[in-house]
């Protein structure tokens, strides 16, 4: 038996297990691709369902361009939505406390000093400036931050 007499067996459900090997993938390997080839898969299989008699040809076209299809739509919705998309300063602490105010614990001398901040000490950089005084964090250089005296 060859593959091409294998292949002119070809039935609708055969797509459906090609989509869930597709998908049992992108489970062990996410990355937002092979789903989409699942995708591509499914709708081939129900066109295969649908008008029965498509040859393995037009079915293996049909699924290939659908694939080609999805993957470059996800592909361009994607970079919309990503220029809309503020970015994230999860599990980036420093940058967290940009903007906010804090009184120093102990002096800025020769341009660090350290600060309160709710429940942690951080080490500070900015022009020098006594032990109470009102600063604003400006920036953040690993995990010193950098100061300026706010303005009340």
């Known amino acids: ?28 390997a996410p990355g ?3 789903i989409w080839l699942g995708a ?3 709708v081939t299989g129900v066109i295969a369902l649908v008008i029965p008699g498509l040859g393995w040809e037009i079915e ?21 939505t990503a220029k809309n998309e503020v970015p994230s300063t999860l599990n980036r602490r420093g940058e967290q406390m940009i903007g906010r105010t804090a009184v120093l614990s102990e002096p800025i001398q020769n341009g660090r000093g ?3 901040i709710d429940d942690s000490v951080w080490r500070v950089e900015g022009s020098d400036l006594p032990a109470g005084t009102q600063i604003k964090v400006t920036g953040v250089d690993g995990a010193i931050l950098k100061v300026e005296a706010a303005v009340r």
């Open 1 to 28: 038996m060859d593959i091409l007499s294998w292949l002119d067996g070809t039935q609708f459900w055969h797509w459906w297990i090609l989509a869930a090997i597709f998908a049992g993938i992108e489970i062990l």
């Open 32 to 34: 937002v691709f092979f």
């Open 40 to 42: 591509a898969a499914v």
């Open 60 to 80: 293996a076209l049909l699924f290939a361009l659908l694939a080609v299809l999805s993957i470059v739509g996800w592909r361009s919705y994607q970079k919309k």
């Open 114 to 116: 350290k600060a309160k």
